[in-house]
């Protein structure tokens, strides 16, 4: 059973119960990746936070809708020992063909909605064309706005860990339609 408190003054998210090794996670000093693009050019932005050390991953996933920005997240907790090549693989296999057919399989915790957030976007630019591997004709392809985003994520005690709060940058595309 989890029961979550939140608590506004000080950015805090807690779960009850623990069944999961407790892992004390920063992000200040991770690998980070983020992917924007797919085969066929800009596609819903997803950012990878890689804690090797401590076998988890953090994954936060940017939509567009009815005219504003959302992120939500979930923190890919690995069995002890997988390390950075086996989360990596899985990494991959999360935004690409599935290249990696055995791939490690994480306890998926999902953060409340409240605790990720975007702080911040501003357009920065036009895109015409696909952008990933498949060329598309200039008259044919979409246009995208390219946004530069602020997202802010709230300290959190759950279940099997703890996270930082941080703030970082990224960027997300919207599409716009035909190019004319």
Same mark, same amino acid.
């Given at each position: 059973m989890k029961i979550l408190l939140t608590l506004a003054t000080c950015g805090?998210?807690?779960?009850?119960? $623990? &069944?999961?090794?407790?892992? /004390?996670? /920063?992000?200040?000093?991770?690998?980070k990746q983020e992917i924007r693009y797919g085969q066929m050019g800009p596609r819903d932005t997803i950012v990878f936070y890689t804690f090797g050390d401590q076998d988890a991953v953090l994954q936060l996933n940017i939509k567009h809708a009815e005219g504003k920005f959302s992120v939500s997240?979930?923190?890919?907790?690995?069995? *002890?020992? &997988?390390?950075? /090549?086996?989360?990596?693989?899985?990494?991959n296999n999360q935004h690409s063909c599935g290249l990696f057919p055995d791939v #490690?399989? #994480? &306890?998926?915790?999902?953060? #409340?909605? *409240?605790?990720?957030?975007?702080? *911040? $976007?501003k357009l920065v630019g036009v895109k015409a064309g696909g952008g990933g591997r498949v060329e598309l004709d200039p008259a044919q392809a979409p246009k995208f706005e390219d946004y530069a985003l602020k997202i802010q994520v709230s300290e959190l005690k759950m279940e099997g860990f703890r996270l930082k709060s941080f703030t970082t /940058?990224?960027?997300?595309?919207?599409?716009?339609? #035909?190019?004319s």
């Open positions: 805090i998210i807690a779960a009850t119960t $623990s &069944t999961l090794k407790a892992r /004390d996670l /920063d992000v200040a000093d991770v690998k997240g979930k923190m890919q907790l690995f069995k *002890e020992g &997988t390390g950075a /090549d086996g989360m990596g693989k899985w990494i #490690p399989k #994480p &306890t998926t915790v999902a953060l #409340p909605a *409240e605790a990720c957030m975007v702080m *911040e $976007s /940058d990224t960027g997300a595309f919207v599409k716009l339609g #035909p190019a």
